[in-house]
């Protein structure tokens, strides 16, 4: 199997993380300033994908999702959150990968969410 190249993107309003093997893009991580919480450093996770199944279980996801951790961090971000599910996806196995990550359970329901705390990266 060819060599993963990992590529960033990161400002302040948008982290891009993005997974490449022979000019394709594999796998990829994205998150945002959470707008109700900005001003305490929240941000939100809008994406980690890994493209096909071949490709999943090989530690991509975990990795993009490390890098984008660290590079919230360096833009001032004390934590990330996350709603497990949507593209038709297993949430238990969501669940199961952000837990494995550090992230911590919060509320309950429908307003459920998952967090990790960031530590200072600048």
């Given amino acids: 199997m060819s060599e993963v190249e990992w590529m960033t993107t990161s400002t302040a309003e948008n982290v891009n993380v993005t997974a490449v093997r022979t000019g394709w893009p594999i796998a990829t991580a994205s998150a945002n300033p959470h707008l109700p919480d900005r001003r305490e450093g929240v941000w939100w996770i809008s994406r ?24 919230v961090g360096k833009h001032g971000g004390k934590s990330i959150i996350v709603t497990p599910g949507g593209y038709a996806q297993n949430e238990d196995q969501q669940r ?27």
């Fill in 48 to 71: 980690v994908l890994v493209s096909k199944p071949e490709n999943r279980g090989k530690g991509l996801g975990g990795k993009a999702l490390e890098i984008l951790c660290e590079q």
């Fill in 96 to 122: 199961r990968f952000y837990e494995a990550h550090d992230f911590k359970q919060e509320g309950e329901g429908f307003s459920v969410l998952w967090r990790r705390t960031l530590a200072d990266q600048k």
